[in-house]
């Protein structure tokens, strides 16, 4: 470790500077550089610390509902939570402001950074998300005597191959983990041959899936109509939502259609394409029933997870362009199947779950949407299967927010 702390050390000297001139040429900018550095003022939250990280929004999405868990199971202790994007710390600061004591960027994996880091931090617990791994980061933990865990783990088959051949490496570092908590059994096992502790690595689901359903009742009258919802949609997905939507009406016309923006400031704009189908559309802030109308615009605020009770399917918006999609077990939860574009690398690792079943599709183009949401609306067998995949899925996942926080019992 040693040697390879030099290098790196070496290799982030040379490379730093190189790196930074090319991106202010490019017009960006290093976000979080001196952090990452380990220049940030001194918290000084006292020797009571968990610390959570999650390199980008899929990981901070991931660990919200646990990190919520945490606040409430140890109360007398200090959340401090790290990321590695900037996207992933404008997520963070949006969802723990009020919940975490500090947010700051995870340290470059080079030795003085990371000492200054944990030097002013002293966390009494780190807990990473997923399967990052870093070398240098795991050595201090350890001479720190810092209990060091993976939580979610989870390792993609390219990573995998990469990993292996270095796996003489990585045992060593793996050396320094407290426990290895993996997604599945098949994550497991990659871990375990690359160099991971075999009586310190096990599965402990997925944190993703500790959604709770709402118990509301929902005062949209839908009768004996079945709904799509549309949900979270970005600019250009209402447009292709709406054409599927009146194809397949002809052939089903007891379908109904709700379209939740993502952001309400584009009800203006849905508001117009409706105008052109010359279908009675309505707004949820109007109260609008579905007796009366075909579409209704949900135009309110933190009302989209509870409206997933009412849908017999549906589209999860965000993945007909970059933005990596948005959370599909809202639906699922509710045991309804979800569809998704091609841009999910936000959620990959659910979708990845989800779509070994009839629970979840992801779909390449606005063509195979529409095909298959007229598989579900046709195919009474193939869509109660689906429903069924979706309530499987859940049981076969829940329960991976106790198993930390029973770990954190344990050392705390």
């Known amino acids: 470790m040693f040697i390879y702390g030099f290098l790196s050390t070496l290799l982030f000297s040379i490379l730093l500077p190189v790196y930074y001139i090319v991106r202010v040429f490019n017009g960006k900018f290093l976000y979080g550089w001196r952090e990452k550095l380990g220049f940030f003022r001194h918290p000084h939250l006292g020797k009571k610390v968990i610390m959570y990280h999650g390199v980008s929004v899929g990981e901070i999405i991931a660990l919200e509902n646990l990190i919520k868990k945490t606040k409430e199971t140890f109360p007398d202790y200090k959340i401090v939570v790290t990321t590695g994007t900037k996207t992933g710390q404008e997520t963070a600061k949006k969802k723990f402001s009020d919940i975490a004591d500090y947010i700051t960027y995870f340290p470059f994996d080079i030795p003085s950074c990371v000492e200054r880091f944990l030097r002013k931090l002293k966390p009494s617990v780190v807990l990473i998300a997923e399967t990052e791994i870093w070398p240098n980061f795991a050595e201090e933990c350890n001479k720190k005597n810092i209990p060091l865990y993976t939580i979610n783990g989870r390792m993609s088959d390219g990573t995998y191959k990469l990993y292996r051949l270095f796996k003489g490496f990585f045992k060593h570092v793996l050396a ?21 502790p075999v009586e310190r690595t096990h599965v402990m689901k997925n944190l993703k899936f500790d959604v709770k359903k ?8 839908k009768r004996d109509k079945r709904i799509i919802i549309a949900g979270s949609t970005h600019k250009g997905e209402d447009k292709i939502i709406i054409d599927a939507f009146l194809k397949l009406r002809k052939e089903f016309p007891d379908i109904k259609l709700l379209i939740a923006p993502r952001h309400l400031q584009r009800v203006p704009q849905i508001k117009e394409l409706l105008k052109k189908t ?69 959620f990959r690792d659910i979708y990845w779950i989800l779509s070994r079943t009839k629970a979840g599709k992801v779909v390449k ?34 329960g991976a927010l106790n198993v930390v926080i029973d770990r954190l019992k344990r050392i705390l």
């Not at 948005?326 to 979800?338: D, Q, R």
């Open 176 to 196: 320094n983990y407290t426990e290895v908590l993996t997604q599945s059994n098949e994550d497991k096992e990659k871990l375990i041959s690359i160099g991971a």
């Open 214 to 221: 709402s118990n509301e009742t929902i005062p949209i009258d």
């Open 365 to 398: 183009n606005p063509h195979e949407l529409e095909e298959y949401m007229r598989i579900l609306l046709s195919d009474k067998e193939f869509y109660e299967q689906a429903c069924k995949d979706c309530e499987q899925v859940f049981k076969d996942q829940q």
């Open 278 to 346: 010359q279908l009675p559309f309505g707004t949820r802030s109007n109260n609008d029933h579905f007796t009366e109308k075909e579409i209704i615009i949900l135009d309110t605020i933190g009302e989209l997870s509870k409206m997933y009770s009412i849908c017999d399917f549906a589209f999860i918006g965000g993945s007909f362009n970059k933005t990596g999609g948005h959370n599909p077990l809202e639906a699922v939860v509710y045991s309804k199947p979800a569809i998704t574009g091609p841009s999910i690398h936000n």
